[in-house]
């Protein structure tokens, strides 16, 4: 039975012990709902999770599991290695063959003992001509190749059956502990609650999985280079042959320098938009113009970084850099803050005028009661009123910056530099985790495994800033409530 | 009912403060206040007293164009202070609120100090002009709001962590420090318990004063105990606008008596 079937035939039985579970509890009853605990629905929704919810989970847990022990099984008719790359580059030989095979059952038509007759002179082109992209074939692998067939097929099996049982289980306990007076709303409440738990539970497994996979990556990084180079060193010059110069500081630099012009650029103007949106706009400018302002929010970064290739790049050059003699280039450091500028304007425009729209309304009076115009009100009264919020929006927006690649790649350019002029082509830190991940090279050597390093250490600027927004917005929110 | 202070009935001054003849207020389509014609008079506490929805709030918001805010809002007819017609195109709404100060309903202090709440309208109003004299206006506004011994040793702490009462003293000192010639206040104690209340009411005729005080009220006692005028609103009119004493012993309108006496309401 295929994954999509049996999950199909839980689905179905699950709609099906709805229905069960509330006729059952309305027969219980004698036909009448008033004696029952709970709705008659509750208890259709406590038998139909009773049904889906375990035996899916259980499928879950299955397929997770399976590939594991199929692996550890194998592994022993494959001949011993120490080596833990050249025994999973073995292993996924093997599971290219098994598929490749798979394939060949169904292409040929092939029975049981065809198969097991099969040898591996000759194979490897006719499970090619399949469709399995496989290279060599040694008698092991193709024995191992068959034993993780025949595995794969009778796991594949007993989870079917197991699936189902646990279904048909489900819908057998629920109607046996449907009664009038069980409490079906309780128990379908809190398997409920359960259900959102496991949900909110697969965000944080995987932050802590990204955060593990980055420490990992980046312990095994220092191993091979030493970390008072990456911290300290200010040079970045990573050679594929080896001896490069991995000093973080050229593209720290260059982010840092790029985020502080697209804030220097959006925070002025996103927040007076933001004022004149909130205070002074009447509905129906507001109406329109808010709108207009989030498109800005939805264009994807690529295209801005087309913008600062085609538009904004070759203008600053001609316009500022050539003329004041500051330099030639047209992708730099100015270049991308100014777009990336751009770029966050909706962002802390849209956040800080949902914050100034949340200052509640009697403070305005009070300030208009006393005589204050409205650009006083709005600098005396409201801006420090909202301001956690504001300084909030900020600092998530300079995450973004940080975090922020296409606009970088295309409008400064990618030359590690440590240098105050604007006009210079420099990169940041994303745009080298891209460089020195694309290529065919494996994750062994400094050069490919700094970008962990690299990405650790964005990430833990990025928290930090976080950090310090919630820690802002918290600690001012008391004192103004 | 022997124990209530009523406040001293005899009205010193005899001048007209605020007029207004035939004002009428339409939100959008609604003709919300009809034909209303008082006058409010100088050192006087005058309570604006009816129903809810009967106009009473919009028409003391008429007295310093606070209206002008609420979008849709019109306002016709004459309304003068000082025998001037704010409605005027040459008034600035700006200097008439600094003359006509306003309390609200629920004390609403600035996320600020409790020294820059009461600062803050003599520094926009440029009524001081050194760090010495604001400090004088601030201690002799919160004096007069009874909040100095309270506040004098955490100036510099929020407004909004004082209590409810105190609050709303500091909004009153908060107006007063303005030295507006009139105080418009909406429902100033609906939000305090009894003995804030009490506070708020002796307050109240001590700034008589200085100033014309316009309160509005739900309770009638309050207004039978802080004023000397009692205008009585019903479904967008004004009904009844008399002496205080008159207006609760002996109402000439029928429907001002069913309203005190609690038939109506």
């Known amino acids: 039975m295929s994954l999509g079937t049996l999950v199909l035939a839980v689905l179905i039985l699950s709609a099906a012990a709805f229905v069960a579970g509330r006729r059952f509890a309305l027969s219980r009853a004698g036909g009448d709902p008033r004696r029952l605990h709970s709705l008659p629905g509750h208890y259709g929704q406590h038998a139909a999770l009773l049904t889906a919810v375990p035996a899916l989970a259980l499928l879950v847990l299955w397929l997770g599991v399976q590939p594991l022990v199929i692996e550890l099984r194998v592994a022993t008719l494959l001949p011993a290695t120490d080596d833990a790359t050249t025994a999973s580059l073995a292993m996924a030989e093997v599971r290219r063959i098994s598929e490749g095979l798979d394939r060949l059952v169904v292409a040929e038509g092939l029975s049981d003992r065809d198969l097991a007759a099969l040898t591996p002179e000759g194979l490897a082109p006719r499970l090619r001509a399949v469709g399995a992209a496989v290279a060599d074939i040694t008698p092991q692998t193709l024995d191992a190749a068959r034993a993780h067939r025949a595995l794969q097929a009778s ?31 309780n128990v379908s409440e809190r398997f409920i609650m359960w259900i959102l738990i496991a949900a909110s539970l697969v965000a944080v497994a995987t932050t802590v999985g990204i955060v593990l996979s980055l420490v990992f990556e980046t312990m095994h990084f220092f191993r091979l280079y030493p970390a008072q180079d990456f911290f300290f060193s200010l040079t970045w010059n990573p050679q594929f042959r080896g001896g490069s110069d991995l000093g973080i500081w050229p593209l720290l630099w260059g982010t840092i320098y790029i985020s502080i012009i697209a804030l220097v650029v959006a925070v002025p103007i996103g927040l007076l938009t933001a004022i004149y949106l909130s205070e002074y706009a009447g509905p129906r400018t507001r109406g329109w113009a808010k709108p207009a302002i989030e498109i800005l929010a939805g264009i994807p970064t690529i295209v801005y970084g087309l913008f600062a290739l085609i538009t904004v790049g070759p203008a600053l050059r001609d316009w500022f850099a050539q003329p004041l003699g500051l330099g030639s280039s047209s992708s730099s450091v100015m270049t991308a803050g100014l777009v990336m500028g751009i770029m966050l304007i909706p962002f802390i425009s849209s956040l800080s005028d949902d914050i100034i729209n949340a200052v509640p309304q009697s403070l305005r009076d009070g300030s208009y009661g006393l005589g204050a115009t409205q650009s006083e009100t709005v600098k005396q009264v409201i801006l420090p009123a909202a301001l956690p919020g504001i300084v909030g929006a900020i600092l998530l927006g300079a995450s973004r910056a940080i975090g922020e690649t296409m606009i970088v790649v295309l409008g400064a350019g990618a030359a590690a530099k440590l240098s105050m002029n604007p006009f210079e082509a420099m990169t940041t830190v994303t745009v080298k985790i891209v460089s020195q991940l694309t290529g065919d090279t494996e994750f062994a050597s400094p050069e490919t495994l700094v970008a962990f390093a690299l990405g650790l250490t964005l990430f833990v600027i990025t928290l930090v800033l976080n950090v310090l927004a919630l820690y802002i917005v918290r600690k001012y929110r008391e004192q103004y409530e | 009912m022997d124990d209530i202070r009523y406040a001293d009935r ?30 409010i008079l100088g050192k006087t506490v005058t309570a604006f007293i009816g129903p809810s929805g009967c106009g ?7 007295l310093n164009r606070m209206n002008d805010t609420i979008p849709g809002c019109r306002v016709e007819g004459k309304i003068t202070l000082d025998g001037q017609d704010i409605y005027d195109a040459r008034v600035d709404p700006v200097q008439l609120r600094a003359k006509v100060g306003m309390v609200f309903q629920k004390p609403n202090p600035f996320p600020k100090s409790i ?102 009220t739900h309770s009638m006692q309050q207004a039978a105990r802080v004023s000397q005028r009692t205008a009585f609103f019903h479904l967008g009119r004004l009904v009844e606008y008399g002496e205080t004493g008159q207006i609760f012993t002996n109402p000439r309108d029928p429907r001002t008596e069913s309203y005190i006496s609690g038939r109506i309401g």
């Not at chain 2, 005899?14 to 209303?36: F, M, P, W």
């Not at chain 2, 009473?56 to 008429?62: A, D, G, I, M, N």
Request: contains cysteine.
């Open chain 2, 56 to 62: 009473k709030s919009t028409f003391l918001r008429c």
């Open chain 1, 155 to 185: 796991f594949g099996l007993w989870m079917s059956v197991l699936v189902l049982g646990a279904s048909l289980g489900g819908v057998a306990l629920a109607l046996l502990r449907t009664a009038p007076d069980f409490r079906a709303r």
């Open chain 2, 10 to 39: 005899i009205v010193s001054a005899d001048e007209v403060k605020i007029a207004a003849r035939k004002a009428q207020v339409y939100y959008g389509t609604n003709h919300a206040l009809r034909d209303v014609d008082v006058d």
């Open chain 2, 115 to 216: 020294y820059d709440n009461v600062a803050y309208g003599p520094r926009i109003h440029g009524l001081a002009r050194s760090k010495a004299e604001i400090d004088e206006i601030v201690e002799s506004a919160l004096r007069r709001a009874a909040l100095w011994n309270e506040a004098k040793d955490r100036l510099s702490s929020p407004g909004t962590g004082l209590s409810g009462g105190q609050q709303q003293r500091l909004c009153i000192a908060r107006a007063i420090a303005t030295s507006p010639e009139v105080l418009l206040m909406d429902e100033p104690c609906s939000a305090l318990d009894p003995i804030a209340t009490a506070q708020i009411e002796e307050l109240i005729d001590e700034l008589r004063a200085q100033f014309s005080v316009v309160i509005v």
